[in-house]
């Protein structure tokens, strides 16, 4: 069994089915076994599952529709997961060489002012000219047009 901790789970109506799923990436990231983070998700929801809402969380996440530990037996070959395993050492070594975030901002050769918006400037940096781009206020709040036609609204938009 695992020693891993889940952030906490939102109330019922603000975001359960979100946490579900952000919690089997968690749980897949850090090594567990798909049942076993089948059995973390179910104990920290704060409401009901809906049917299958777990074990679908946890295919997503694992990037099979393998077997999971319950009910669901699938005959198709597992996927290659879409991101590669944490490397503990590797990520070690990075801590230990001591550059921290304060010492990569020194580093940089561009100042922003904290207090002040910059999404304009840095969407001309990233998408130069007038290409279309797919920008949301939420998942299901978006629009695509053309870069000029969003011009001062970019700062409203969390999604890209």
Not at 24 to 50: F, K, N, W, Y
Not at 76 to 102: D, F, H, M
Request: charge should be neutral; aromatic fraction near 6%; hydrophobic fraction near 35%.
């Amino acid at each position: 069994m695992n020693d891993i901790t889940l952030k906490p789970c939102p109330t019922a109506g603000t975001g359960v089915h979100y946490w579900a799923y952000g919690a089997a990436h968690h749980c897949r990231r850090v090594g567990v076994p798909p049942d076993e983070a089948e059995r973390l998700i179910a104990s920290g929801m704060t409401r009901a599952p809906q049917p299958g809402e777990i074990e679908s969380a946890v295919r997503a996440a694992y990037g099979s529709p393998a077997h999971t530990g319950r009910r669901h037996h699938h005959t198709t070959a597992p996927s290659t997961p879409k991101w590669p395993a944490v490397n503990a050492e590797q990520r070690q070594a990075i801590v230990a060489s001591g550059i921290g975030l304060a010492d990569l901002w020194e580093m940089s050769p561009i100042r922003l002012d904290p207090d002040t918006r910059h999404t304009e400037w840095l969407i001309d940096q990233l998408f130069p000219g007038d290409p279309l781009l797919c920008v949301g206020a939420s998942m299901r709040r978006f629009t695509t047009q053309p870069r000029e036609q969003l011009r001062g609204s970019l700062s409203g938009m969390s999604l890209i």
